[in-house]
């Protein structure tokens, strides 16, 4: 009966305890690109800038940014931003998601994704060759956090697409992917690259970026009240046996 009745007390503190099962994951990550035009020039060695083109040279732009977020949990956010300054030849492209949750209810979940997009557009339509000089800096970075691998999950995503649709070659290509407590990260970096566009030609230098990120949590599903008001009665049950 000793048994017994250590096993009634052990299962009522059990179930007390078990309340206490809370969980928390969450993710963030952020990318950035820039393109410049840096320097334009002729066969005759002839200099020029985005302020003041040569004839028959014309540079154009176009963006497109979308973002989605929703959440169960704690919060979500997502962010893409397209900045196209034709005027001073350069393209800024920006994508940010976080996200967090905290499964104090039974599942919590957060989910967030951010795109941007944006081309720089070179048309010549001149009798000659021009040279056009160019830089690029990037960076990006990404983090899955989780605390109980048993009960939580994240990831996070980056892809980033820098090229050019017919003279120039591939200049960024990155797609990677964080999950459990992964990290990425890449510092600012800057690349020179320069193309020529003969008489007649037309280029288009394009970037797109895609950032992503989701968590989940799952917590223990809190015990219904009346479980706890029959404590007291499992007791008595036992103690009567005990005396009998």
Request: proline share 3%; net charge negative.
């Amino acid at each position: 009966m000793k048994t017994l009745f250590k096993l009634a007390a052990t299962a009522i503190t059990c179930l007390c305890l078990s309340q206490n099962a809370y969980a928390a994951s969450g993710y963030t990550a952020q990318s950035h690109v820039a393109l410049e035009v840096v320097g334009i020039s002729d066969a005759n060695g002839n200099q020029y800038d985005v302020f003041d083109l040569p004839t028959g040279l014309s540079i154009g732009t176009e963006d497109y940014k979308d973002a989605y977020y929703s959440t169960t949990g704690e919060f979500s956010f997502a962010d893409g931003i397209a900045n196209t300054l034709v005027d001073t030849g350069l393209v800024i492209v920006d994508a940010q998601v976080i996200g967090d949750t905290d499964a104090i209810q039974p599942f919590a979940q957060a989910y967030s994704d951010a795109i941007a997009e944006a081309s720089m557009i070179f048309s010549n339509q001149s009798s000659q060759t021009y040279f056009i000089e160019m830089a690029l800096e990037y960076e990006f970075s990404g983090e899955a956090i989780i605390g109980n691998p048993a009960d939580e999950s994240a990831n996070v995503v980056a892809y980033i697409d820098v090229a050019g649709l017919s003279y120039v070659p591939d200049l960024l290509s990155v797609d990677t992917e964080s999950e459990g407590l992964d990290s990425f990260e890449s510092p600012l970096t800057s690349v020179a690259f320069s193309f020529s566009l003969d008489a007649g030609q037309e280029e288009e230098i394009y970037t797109d970026i895609l950032v992503s990120g989701e968590s989940s949590s799952v917590s223990a599903v809190p015990l219904p009240a009346s479980i706890f008001l029959m404590g007291p009665a499992i007791f008595g049950l036992f103690v009567r046996r005990k005396l009998s």
